[in-house]
């Protein structure tokens, strides 16, 4: 009972100081900056005009993308859920492939297409006056949204799902016109899912650096992470202004949490009853059938074909010069990315090590916190789980700084302040909450008269866990670690911050290749980097399918 009681409370304590401390480090260095209590130098920064300008700057291009990619999302949430369409599931693949993409490496293809004598410009040069316009907030709000609207598309379809066709057969029975009835009954009832999936949008991409670091500062158009990620790292390096930023940006992300907790609690509805409820699929006219294949291979070209097609060419091309020309291609790109210089295999290595210990030890942590959650009172439980899962709720260039900040201040006391392990730290706390939400979905099949059959059996802990819940919980455990390897393979912000002097992973290593114009072995390794995770991601289902059989 003793050690049931302490370990909990120990699990709490080393929670707080992996995740808690950094995030007090970034408040501690913005309220005192000079070792006492005083608010007035980060009032001065938010009150900069460059600062407030900034801050305006980042909740409009929130809200643009909110609504752009819902005039993306909710049209194909509603063909792919109630119309002939639905049947089509090798769409919801396609549609996770944008979202997959890093957003930074789509960036860089939509620069290389859409720039002055640009790939665009090659194929099509009646069009080039539309680069003007894609160089401008309204071309950075559509390559952001191209982005984002899978996650938005995916969430109203799931719940135009469990809304079932009774409701709207009763309103057709009493005469009432079909776009009456999807206005006021099936719209309505859909408002509280819509509007959690808005805030998560506009969080994320307030959050987001790669494509504001990439197209938005061609363009001058700064937001919270680009400058965060300038104060801490342009000389002169000022950690004040980095942390007064970093304050409010936290302040915005969880006062959208809270009132996306209050939708969810208030404005979300039970459709499904014991009764059950079908799906009526709307038959299409021939018309209506033209027009959607029409939009969706819009939105297939423009969010999946043009940034791809365009990193894949320039990944080809000898000389830039001439373009996309007979003769003028190449695979040497792809050579000299593992023969010249050595950064690239170098930074393909550092890459692969950081995926695999991050993931490794996220699936061993992650693992051990899900155990201790079912295991402890409730509300400890909810103590622990509420700690684990807070990077979920930050951007990650929040927690990278406040993670500078902290293990700066005490390396005295831990020396990984500059080292490869710093990284490994930065990215297990990142992405622990993948592996913890993983796990916990296949602890929730799991009976708990299972657990009691062993212990009538005179079974342990120990000899339970290890013979009955890790076989049942493994998929889980495999599908956290693959997911985590996969995103720490590309993982930008990380790496821009506090990597090691002269230590390049393959984001640093695509971004400093672009920025320096070797734009060939830059989208080369942005192709490899593709190629990888999708690989990597393909083999995971591979396995967890055959386990099934």
Not at 69 to 82: C, D, E, K, N, T
Not at 108 to 125: A, E, K, N, V
Not at 487 to 494: D, G, K, M, P, S
Not at 513 to 521: D, M, T
């Amino acid at each position: 009972m003793k050690g049931k009681r302490i370990f909990p409370a120990a699990l709490i304590i080393f929670l707080a100081l992996l995740i808690v401390c950094p995030l007090l480090s970034i408040f501690a260095r913005a309220a005192f900056p000079d070792g006492h209590f005083d608010l007035t130098s980060a009032i001065n920064t938010l009150k900069e005009n460059e600062n407030a300008s900034m801050i305006a700057s980042s909740l409009l291009l929130g809200v643009l993308v909110v609504i752009v990619s819902s005039i993306i999302a909710l049209p194909l949430a509603y063909i792919f859920s109630r119309t002939e369409f639905a049947r089509y599931r090798f769409f919801d693949i396609i549609f996770m492939i944008p979202f997959m993409t890093p957003p930074y490496i789509a960036s860089m293809g939509w620069i290389l297409f859409m720039q002055r004598r640009g790939l665009m410009q090659q194929l099509f040069p009646s069009l080039a006056f539309i680069s003007d316009w894609f160089f401008s907030l309204g071309g950075l709000v559509l390559v952001m949204s191209f982005h984002v609207f899978p996650f938005m598309m995916t969430m109203m379809k799931n719940a135009m799902l469990s809304v079932p066709s009774s409701l709207d057969e009763a309103g057709s029975v009493l005469g009432i016109p079909f776009r009456t009835r999807l206005g006021r009954l099936f719209m309505p009832l859909l408002t509280g899912n819509y509007a959690i999936g808005a805030l998560l949008v506009f969080v994320k991409t307030i959050s987001e650096y790669g494509t504001p670091s990439t197209l938005g500062r061609r363009i001058g158009f700064s937001v919270f992470t680009t400058d965060i990620h300038r104060y801490a790292t342009v000389a002169p390096i000022e950690l004040g202004k980095s942390a007064s930023l970093a304050s409010v940006l936290i302040g915005i992300c969880l006062l959208i949490w809270i009132l996306q907790n209050y939708i969810t609690a208030h404005r979300t509805y039970s459709l499904i009853s014991g009764k059950g409820g079908s799906i009526r699929i709307r038959k299409l006219s021939p018309a209506a059938k033209g027009a959607i294949l029409i939009f969706i291979a819009a939105v297939v070209f423009f969010s999946m074909i043009i940034p791809l097609f365009s990193v894949i060419a320039s990944s080809l091309i000898k000389l830039r010069g001439y373009g996309l020309r007979a003769g003028n291609y190449t695979i040497g790109n792809y050579i000299a990315v593992f023969t010249e210089d050595k950064q690239g295999i170098n930074a393909l290595l550092v890459s692969i090590f950081l995926a695999v210990s991050s993931a490794t030890i996220t699936a061993v942590l992650g693992t051990v916190i899900v155990t201790a959650i079912r295991n402890a009172r409730k509300s400890i439980g909810n103590i622990i789980e509420g700690i684990s899962l807070l990077p979920e709720m930050l951007p990650s260039i929040v927690l990278v700084l406040g993670i500078m900040l902290f293990y700066n201040g005490i390396y005295r006391i831990i020396p990984i302040y500059g080292t490869i392990w710093i990284m490994v730290l930065s990215y297990v706390i990142l992405f622990l909450p993948y592996t913890i939400q993983y796990v916990t979905s296949a602890y929730s099949q799991i009976s708990g008269s299972l657990i009691a059959a062993g212990r009538i059996c005179g079974a342990g802990p120990l000899y339970i866990f290890m013979h009955i819940t890790l076989p049942l919980i493994a998929r889980g455990i495999a599908s956290g670690w693959m997911m985590t390897f996969i995103i720490a393979f590309r993982e930008l912000v990380t790496p821009s911050l506090i990597a090691p002097t002269n230590t390049l992973t393959v984001s640093t290593y695509i971004n400093r290749q672009f920025e320096q114009g070797s734009v060939g072995k830059g989208m080369a390794m942005a192709v490899i980097c593709i190629l990888f995770s999708t690989v990597s991601l393909l083999l995971l289902n591979t396995v967890i399918n055959r386990k099934k059989t």
